[in-house]
């Protein structure tokens, strides 16, 4: 079972470039997230998608995309990248309605470094 | 803006004893509370729920939940090496809105 799997693990980017961070998974779930943990920080949310053709802005979207054009895959863009987008990613997801517990399942984060 | 609070530790427990995480929230509209589990490097998992008032017990771990003082806690008891780790205290809004606010996490770290 894949569950969720985010590509890459790890990045090393410069200021200025652009990049997108993938995110798929394969337990048709309806609710995809996309958080960022700064080091010793809990997890900050910064798009989610409650399902395909509909995203909406968590607490830190800026210098982020993010597109659902299915049901399995959400990537994450970052425009112009800046030090301060120097973070572990994390891409999640959740089923709808009664199979929903609350749980969240995680892919194995992306490590990003802008420098 | 809706706040998880946690201490960040770290706490060190000996082996053996109870280790007792909490959280408050700010959220009175809060209905949903979770705790997971981080290992370092890793991506975190749930480890307990809680939706109502008092106790829930699974294996080794308590979640206790108060509404009326926004607080929840996760007592660990016969704390094991394998237990340190970062614990996250998660909130959901009501049901219906799919959206957790984490706290920052305390370290726990159960010395042998």
């Known amino acids: 079972n894949a569950g969720v799997t985010q590509t890459p693990k790890f990045r090393i980017l410069k200021i200025g470039q652009s990049m997108t961070l993938q995110c798929t998974q394969d337990m048709n779930h309806n609710y995809m997230y996309w958080y960022r943990q700064d080091p010793g920080m809990g997890l900050k949310l910064i798009y989610y998608s409650v399902g395909a053709g509909i995203t909406d802005k968590g607490e830190v979207p800026n210098g982020y995309n993010v597109s659902r054009s299915t049901t399995e895959d959400f990537p994450l863009r970052l425009e112009l990248a800046a030090p301060s987008q120097t973070s572990v990613y994390f891409c999640?997801?959740?089923?709808?309605?009664?199979?929903?517990?609350?749980?969240?399942?995680f892919g194995e984060g992306s490590r990003l470094t802008v420098l | 803006q809706k706040e998880v609070e946690q201490n960040s530790g770290p706490l060190s427990v000996p082996e053996g004893a109870i280790a007792s995480l909490n959280c408050t929230y700010s959220?009175?509209?809060?209905?949903?509370f979770f705790w997971y589990r981080q290992y370092s490097g890793k991506s975190p998992e749930l480890i307990m729920s809680i939706y109502s008032n008092g106790d829930k017990e699974d294996g080794r771990f308590t979640a206790q939940l108060n509404k009326a003082s926004q607080y929840v806690s996760l007592l660990i008891r016969d704390s094991q090496p394998s237990d340190s780790a970062t614990y996250l205290c998660a909130v959901k809004e009501n049901f219906g809105n799919e959206k957790l606010t984490f706290g920052t996490g305390t370290r726990l770290t159960i010395i042998p």
């Open positions: 959220d009175r509209g809060s209905q949903s």
């Open positions: 999640a997801s959740s089923p709808f309605g009664e199979a929903n517990t609350g749980e969240l399942f």
